[in-house]
């Protein structure tokens, strides 16, 4: 094989990997918000390492804290509990 030549597999892996950057650049906010809460409410029933629990700890934080700025029009100002949604000051989970 030449030198820098790569294989078919890696070719069709890069364009892949090609489209799916293109195709989450172009997603809407909704769409992408809407991914980004499936895959957090997925993660909860698969076995996860410490720190892929921290990742999608941060995305649910993340897309939460995103939908009360869209709400408010600003950054809350205290963060949601996962479970029930109430601000945590006033949580009784």
Sequence with gaps: MQRGATTPDARSAAGAVARLKMNSVLMKTAELTK???RAVN???EAPLTE?????YTEIHVAVMTYEDFVLLGQLPRERRCMICGVPVSRCCC
Excluded at 51 to 55: C, G, S, Y
């Design 35 to 37: 991914l980004l809460w």
């Design 51 to 55: 720190a892929e629990q921290w990742l």
């Design 42 to 44: 997925e993660s909860d």
